[in-house]
């Protein structure tokens, strides 16, 4: 079976500090990737996707870039973060072939930005 | 445009009392898929359902049923029997054929349901 992992959980940043928060996918390849942004009042924004190893796309101008290293790694990041940034960060996966496939989250990372 | 609305922001019931969570869509494709998710406060995501446009039956999971009706662009859920456990915010969500390969969700804006024991 299929499994998706984020980490840190939690974590709490200073302004202008850099940002990792890292995904891997188990049990499955050349998976879509995903990372989404729900802020306050839970609306969830689609940050990035990725097709493929090296293959970003980005829905909206902002502070953070994405990087997929490998078939399975997604990696969110900024090299300064705003107060802005703040929330609550999910990574996602779904299979290629088709349309309208799954798309299944992790576990979630809380990003606090003081 | 596509797009997905849950007018309802927030809903209360006491503990075996049904409950229905209303979406209404939009889009322009023929092609499209649906999804309900659940979002327990510890934040992770569930995937509850998916269904296609070109299938218009009704589901029952257990308690949770699905109604999807093309002539009013719904596609509502509803608990039965709710219990303490279903506490959570309910998220619809709509996928384009015309997406590809991407997949690209558009969710509503969510649904928290407080069951009171």
């Known amino acids: 079976s299929q499994t998706i992992h984020q980490w840190p959980a939690t974590l709490v940043q200073p302004v202008g500090s850099p940002l990792s928060l890292e995904c891997t996918v188990e049990?499955?390849?050349?998976?879509?990737l995903y990372w989404y942004r729900q802020a306050a009042g839970r609306g969830l924004q689609l940050l990035f996707y990725?097709?493929?190893?090296?293959?970003i796309s980005s829905e909206v101008p902002q502070n953070l870039s994405a990087s997929r290293p490998q078939d399975r790694q997604f990696i969110l990041s900024s090299k300064k973060l705003l107060l802005s940034d703040s929330g609550f960060y999910l990574c996602?996966?779904?299979?290629?072939?088709?349309?309208?496939?799954?798309?299944?989250f992790g576990e979630g990372s809380w990003l606090t930005v003081v | 445009a596509q797009k997905v609305t849950q007018a309802q922001t927030e809903i209360s019931v006491v503990e075996k009392e049904d409950v229905t969570l209303d979406c209404v869509y939009e889009t322009r494709d023929t092609t499209y898929y649906l999804f309900w998710y659940k979002q327990p406060p510890s934040g992770e995501l569930v995937f509850l359902i998916r269904?296609?446009?070109?299938?218009?039956q009704n589901e029952i999971s257990g308690r949770y049923s699905w109604n999807f009706q093309k002539s009013t662009s719904s596609f509502n859920f509803t608990i039965t029997a709710s219990q303490v456990v279903d506490s959570a915010v309910y998220f619809c969500?709509?996928?384009?054929?015309?997406?590809?390969?991407?997949?690209?969700?558009?969710f509503g804006t969510g649904t928290l349901l407080a069951v009171q024991p």
């Open positions: 049990g499955t390849s050349n998976p879509n």
């Open positions: 269904r296609n446009s070109f299938d218009e």
């Open positions: 990725s097709v493929g190893i090296g293959q």
């Open positions: 969500a709509l996928s384009e054929a015309t997406g590809g390969a991407t997949n690209k969700l558009i």
């Open positions: 996602a996966w779904s299979r290629v072939l088709g349309s309208g496939n799954t798309i299944y």
